[in-house]
């Protein structure tokens, strides 16, 4: 065969992991033999028929006695109950196993209520945006603090690579690296679109509060990989979120607090991880992990609780800092004259 009629080399290109279905609601059921209590959530929730039975979960009755108590079918309240469940609405307690993912899902929604609930009685990022009536300083605060998290991604997510004990997990974590380890000069370039100069940029380190979260996955990556699945399915986007995103972008170019130079980076960054759909991730070391005891899950739980305890502290730290019109761009430690 002559060399003209080889055909040229290409570049190899990573295969691509066809897109993970979205988890099923409630895909996976909660045991007859669990036994429920109420969170602290539930009395908030949307009145409806699951929530209602929501209510009767006591701490005592296991689910299957709920249901022949109720003269509801087994299958039905195992349904409604686990939907719950997976809300965050309610909680098990008690020795039964609950399948890894459902619990996943469940301290998803705890988390996500907990965020909820916390920031809805404090000064908040999300309301201050969303009114429009921010400062120059804030906006370009909260884009430098996001450009510190996101630059420490490939410490923590190299460190879960190296922890990872099966290969499938290793591979998928070096995706998500690969998704991630440039994305700091993503963020970078909305910095310079905001107006933030190189130096000012070398300067500047993260908020204490802000360290504090990057340091809890760095930890957890270290010496927890379940634990760190769960960091990643209670913070990253879920695919769902491209047209609120979307949405969001066009909003917040119409307030005119930052260019569009500022904003697009930013939220291009959303919207590609998003798409990655990152929080399947997570998923996938909790189904690895197989069905947890009770002790565990309470560990995680709290565990979660508290990286989205230290979130809204992180939030609150940004808008002490940086809510003034008038301050330093960037937080830096000075200690020359
Ligand atoms: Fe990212």
């Not at 609950?98 to 999300?126: I, M, T």
Request: charged letters at 20%.
């Amino acid at each position: 065969m002559s060399a003209e009629t080889v055909q040229g080399l290409q570049p190899p290109r990573r295969a691509v992991r066809p897109a993970s279905a979205p988890p099923a609601e409630a895909a996976e059921l909660l045991d007859p033999s669990t036994v429920l209590v109420p969170t602290r959530f539930l009395g908030g929730a949307q009145p409806s028929a699951e929530a209602a039975g929501g209510a009767l979960c006591d701490g005592r009755r296991t689910l299957a006695e709920l249901a022949r108590e109720g003269g509801l079918d087994l299958d039905l309240a195992r349904t409604l109950l686990s939907r719950l469940y997976a809300q965050g609405l309610v909680c098990e307690t008690g020795s039964a196993l609950v399948p890894s993912s459902l619990f996943l899902e469940h301290a998803q929604g705890l988390c996500w209520r907990w965020r909820r609930a916390r920031l809805g009685h404090g000064p908040a990022l999300e309301a201050c945006f969303a009114s429009g009536s921010y400062s120059r300083r804030l906006a370009t605060g909260y884009l430098l603090e996001v450009t510190h998290v996101v630059r420490g991604a490939a410490g923590h997510i190299a460190a879960a690579i190296a922890h990872a004990s099966d290969e499938g997990l290793q591979l998928r974590l070096s995706e998500y690296l690969e998704d991630e380890y440039w994305h700091g000069e993503l963020m970078e370039r909305a910095l310079k679109g905001a107006g933030l100069g190189q130096q000012e940029l070398a300067r500047a380190v993260p908020l204490p509060a802000t360290q504090a979260v990057l340091n809890s996955w760095r930890h957890a990556a270290h010496t927890d990989l379940l634990l760190y699945g769960g960091l990643i399915a209670i913070t990253e986007s879920a695919t769902d979120e491209s047209s609120a995103i979307v949405e969001l972008f066009h909003r917040t170019l119409a307030q005119r607090v930052l260019p569009e130079a500022a904003w697009r980076p930013y939220f291009e960054h959303a919207f590609g991880d998003s798409a990655a759909d990152h929080v399947s991730h997570g998923r996938a070391i909790f189904e690895a992990a197989g069905p947890l005891l009770p002790s565990r899950r309470d560990q995680l739980r709290r565990a979660l609780l508290l990286h989205s305890e230290a979130l809204v502290l992180q939030e609150r730290a940004v808008l002490s800092f940086y809510a003034e019109a008038e301050g330093p761009a960037a937080h830096a430690l000075e200690w020359s004259e």
